[in-house]
């Protein structure tokens, strides 16, 4: 991120980890309404710590493309921490473990709601900045003062921009490293959200923290480019649920035809072959398969 704007494609389990890998990206994603979605619920927060971070696990090795070899780095959704302050740090410590690169965390009040729905109501700017704090301290705690420690606010969506900018300046002064202001609606509010956030300070490093957008489809947020992004002083952006998204819709697809036509005859040109699995696997029939 410090030699420019990063783009992290969405990986709902490790083969879509090995195909971002692949096709040559610096990260991934693990997109909470992504891993939720996939288990057949809705983005409410159903799903436990350990689910997530199975998939963060998983996403993690998955990205390795050569046994022995680094993975991405892979920053995943925390959703509102599982809990209060005792869980938010136990969270930190689990997603450590699996070998996430770092977490965001959001302001709202559970069950919480898509970022892009209304009708979103926020915990107290106080209370989600306590969780930010106890949550850069465990990272600190567990010798990782590298992981990065993303705090989101929903604010703009709830209360407006001067809110917004207002609790992204309070959890920076409280730990976060990185801040992802969720729900905004046009280039001029980025562009004067990522301006504010270079006055903010982490914590007392003196330093600014990063900026992370969430370019997701069909919601407040219209197409921006990542060049655009990186012009407005963005660091990250993630693509949440695109490949989710789109896989499903190929589903939908085949399994229209497959109804229609009493085989699949008609989609095989749609499909990845056997050997294009199997080399995306870095799988060779007969041999050992040593990546994990």
Request: charge should be negative; include cysteine.
């Amino acid at each position: 991120m410090d030699r420019g704007t990063v783009m992290a494609p969405g990986a709902f389990n490790g083969l879509t980890a090995r195909a971002v890998a692949r096709a040559g990206f610096e990260a991934a994603y693990v997109s909470g309404a992504a891993t939720s979605a996939a288990a057949g619920v809705p983005d409410v927060g159903l799903l436990t710590l350990d689910r997530f971070v199975s998939t963060v696990r998983e996403v993690v090795d998955g990205s390795r493309l050569e046994p022995g070899a680094p993975a991405l780095p892979v920053i995943a959704d925390a959703d509102t921490g599982f809990g209060e302050e005792e869980m938010t740090r136990r969270t930190v410590i689990e997603y450590q473990r699996a070998g996430a690169a770092g977490l965001h965390l959001e302001d709202q009040v559970f069950p919480k709601r898509c970022g892009h729905l209304d009708g979103k109501t926020l915990i107290s700017a106080e209370q989600a900045a306590s969780k930010i704090a106890w949550a850069a301290r465990a990272a600190l705690d567990t010798a990782d003062p590298a992981f990065i420690i993303c705090a989101r606010t929903d604010a703009r969506g709830v209360s407006g921009m001067d809110e917004a900018i207002a609790r992204a300046t309070l959890y920076a002064k409280a730990g976060a490293s990185m801040i992802f202001p969720e729900g905004l609606q046009n280039e001029a509010e980025f562009e004067a959200f990522a301006n504010a956030m270079k006055h903010a300070r982490v914590g007392d490093t003196g330093q600014s923290p990063y900026v992370l957008a969430n370019m997701t489809e069909f919601g407040k947020t219209p197409m921006i480019s990542r060049e655009r992004f990186a012009q407005m002083g963005y660091h990250l952006v993630i693509y949440p649920v695109s490949t989710l998204r789109v896989a499903m819709k190929a589903v939908e697809r085949l399994l229209a035809t497959l109804k229609r036509d009493g085989g699949v005859g008609a989609s095989l040109g749609d499909m990845q072959t056997r050997a294009e699995l199997y080399d995306l696997l870095g799988y060779s029939p007969g041999e050992p398969w040593s990546y994990r």
